[in-house]
T-cell receptor, first 115, second 117 residues
Framework: AQTVTQSQPEMSVQEAETVTLSCTYD???????LFWYKQPPSRQMILVIR??????QNATENRFSVNFQKAAKSFSLKISDSQLGDAAMYFC????????????FGQGTRLTINP | DSGVTQTPKHLITATGQRVTLRCSPR?????VYWYQQSLDQGLQFLIQ???????AKGNILERFSAQQFPDLHSELNLSSLELGDSALYFC????????????????FGPGTRLTVL
């Protein structure tokens, strides 16, 4: 079954430190996209970063980067220099089902930033 | 701001009632997706429309229906509401129909919080 798993329900980090959120997925597809979305208390779903499966290079967006390990089906998010505004639920998602346009989401990781 | 708009922000209604949620996609986007976020089920895909046509269906109940209009806005209709339908309903949009993943990045609206009493 095509699934996305986030094994860390909660994480916390000190302001200005680095934190890594884990995500694994299961798919039989070779071409797919993976995403991290952020959901702050406002409940808005905000796209943080995306990774194309056929690209070897890990995606980066400012303080956010991913470690994409295709063979291991792992897709972790690293947040550097954590800021108070980074506090949110983070969802890993992928369009990992052939012929389907839906995103499959993980259960989310709640990130707390300690000042 | 993603450019996707949803109305209303909040909706409180009673069991057995019917409601309509509205979504306007980003300018230029032809696909609209509906998702339900509940506490126990997480984020679940409901349905996708592309340029007015139903494109993909997920875990959408028969009591729920959707459509996309010629101006590309979409409405999600929920009828015979039950307590368990209380959730956050998201609309997302993308340029493509799916299949070309380069154009399939989905941008989410702010959601409509539905409370069924």
């Amino acid at each position: 079954a095509q699934t996305v798993t986030q094994s860390q329900p909660e994480m916390s980090v000190q302001e200005a430190e680095t934190v890594t959120l884990s995500c694994t997925y299961d798919t039989s597809e070779s071409d797919y996209y993976l995403f991290w979305y952020k959901q702050p208390p406002s409940r808005q779903m905000i796209l943080v970063i995306r990774q194309e499966a056929y690209k070897q290079q890990n995606a980066t967006e400012n303080r956010f980067s991913v470690n994409f390990q295709k063979a291991a089906k792992s897709f972790s998010l690293k947040i550097s220099d954590s800021q108070l505004g980074d506090a949110a639920m983070y969802f890993c998602a992928g369009d990992i089902i052939q012929g389907a346009q839906k995103l499959v989401f993980g259960q989310g990781t709640r990130l707390t930033i300690n000042p | 701001d993603s450019g996707v708009t949803q109305t209303p922000k909040h909706l409180i209604t009673a069991t057995g009632q019917r409601v309509t949620l509205r979504c306007s996609p980003r300018s230029g986007d032809l696909s609209v997706y509906w998702y339900q976020q509940s506490l126990d089920q997480g984020l679940q895909f409901l349905i996708q429309y592309y340029n007015g046509e139903e494109r993909a269906k997920g875990n959408i109940l028969e009591r729920f229906s959707a459509q996309q209009f010629p101006d590309l806005h979409s409405e999600l209709n929920l009828s015979s509401l039950e307590l368990g339908d209380s959730a956050l309903y998201f609309c997302a949009s993308s340029v493509g129909m799916g299949g070309d993943r380069a154009t399939d990045t989905q941008y989410f609206g702010p959601g409509t919080r539905l409370t069924v009493l």
